[in-house]
């Protein structure tokens, strides 16, 4: 059977609003003069609560979600005028696996965008004013990959084996044209250092490699040289 319990001020809505079934509290509603300001969930087993709502203006402001043992698992807050403050997850044992920061609500500052405690594995990242300027993925407490977006300047992308040696590294300037382009073996041999130019579609036939600018590579321990100028070479 489902029970409700409503209250009224001149016909409208005010004050706690109660849904019942088979007398376990399911739902909670408060209301200002029929204005809907803040609603509660509740799990049907247990009845605690699962989900809260908070609203402003006739807009929500905050979020929450609690896991069965009462344990705060999701919190979305934003301030009095709509601009998001931060947005933060935990797992049923309590540990942050989100955590992303807000100002006037633009990304802003150091990210965790996600957690795995189980494998130890971390992806972060870094915003200011709105603006990506670091993405990092760790395992193990060991910094695997990371790509770095500095404002008017290079982008860089690396990555390092389970022991902190580099494995790989491209550097690109800022308009995409040109890049640098490093790999190590496992021992931190330099295999391969390409320096390249694009300065047109260079994908001439799909069975061969096609190099612009100059570098070298390494390939069954023999190394390659080559200077491509501007004009693709194969």
Do not use: R
């Given at each position: 059977s489902t029970k409700t319990i409503t209250h009224y001020n001149h016909g409208l809505k005010h004050g706690l609003y109660q849904h019942?079934?088979?007398d376990v509290l399911i739902r909670e509603?408060?209301?200002d003069q029929d204005n809907l300001i803040e609603e509660k969930d509740y799990y049907a087993e247990g009845g605690t609560?699962?989900?809260q709502r908070v609203y402003e203006n006739g807009s929500t402001v905050e979020e929450k979600s609690f896991s069965e043992n009462g344990t705060l698992i999701f919190h979305d807050k934003k301030n009095e005028y709509g601009y998001r403050e931060f947005i933060r997850a935990w797992d049923e044992n309590g540990i942050l696996t989100r955590n992303e920061t807000y100002t006037n609500g633009q990304p802003n500052g150091a990210w965790l965008n996600a957690y795995n405690p189980?494998?130890?594995k971390k992806d972060s990242s870094f915003y200011e004013k709105g603006k990506l300027l670091r993405n990092s993925s760790w395992e193990n407490d060991q910094l695997i990959a990371e790509t770095v977006f500095p404002e008017n300047?290079?982008?860089s992308h690396a990555t390092w084996d389970s022991n902190g040696i580099k494995t790989y590294e491209k550097i690109?300037?800022?308009t995409g044209t040109s890049y640098t382009e490093k790999q190590w073996s496992e021992?931190?041999?330099l295999i391969s250092h390409l320096t390249t130019t694009i300065t047109a579609a260079v994908l001439m036939n799909p069975t061969s490699i096609i190099f612009i600018g100059s570098g070298f590579y390494f390939e069954n321990d023999t190394l390659f040289v080559f200077d491509a100028g501007s004009?693709?070479?194969s």
């Open positions: 019942f079934e088979y509603e408060m209301y609560l699962y989900f189980e494998l130890n300047k290079k982008t690109c300037d800022s021992n931190g041999k004009e693709p070479s």
